[in-house]
């Protein structure tokens, strides 16, 4: 026996149907803080801090990067190597 119901109802319904908290009012203050916190954090940061900031990890790569490859030139052109 297969039995199936079909309920439409808005999500506030549902919650308060399963009895579930409303946590829009909590999610809305925190999303406020984070905001207040990540534009105080910007707005303190110049251009250059900035991007020493948030691209460490890309230019310390790059940095890798060259020096591969300037190793692997460097061996390329070694006359000793057989």
């Known amino acids: 026996m297969k039995?199936?119901?079909d309920i439409e109802c808005t999500p506030a319904e549902?919650?308060?149907f399963f009895g579930l908290p409303d946590v829009?009012?909590?999610q809305e203050r925190v999303m406020k803080?984070?905001?207040?916190?990540?534009?105080?954090g910007i707005g303190a940061m110049d251009p250059s801090e900035?991007?020493?900031t948030w691209m460490p990890a890309t230019m310390q790569g790059f940095?890798?990067?060259?020096r591969l490859w300037s190793q692997?030139?460097?061996g390329a052109v070694d006359?000793?190597?057989?």
Request: overall charge positive.
């Open 3 to 5: 039995v199936k119901l």
């Open 14 to 16: 549902a919650r308060a």
């Open 24 to 26: 829009a009012p909590l």
């Open 33 to 40: 803080e984070v905001e207040q916190r990540v534009m105080q």
């Open 50 to 52: 900035m991007l020493k």
């Open 63 to 66: 940095d890798q990067m060259q």
């Open 72 to 74: 692997m030139a460097a």
């Open 79 to 82: 006359p000793n190597r057989k």
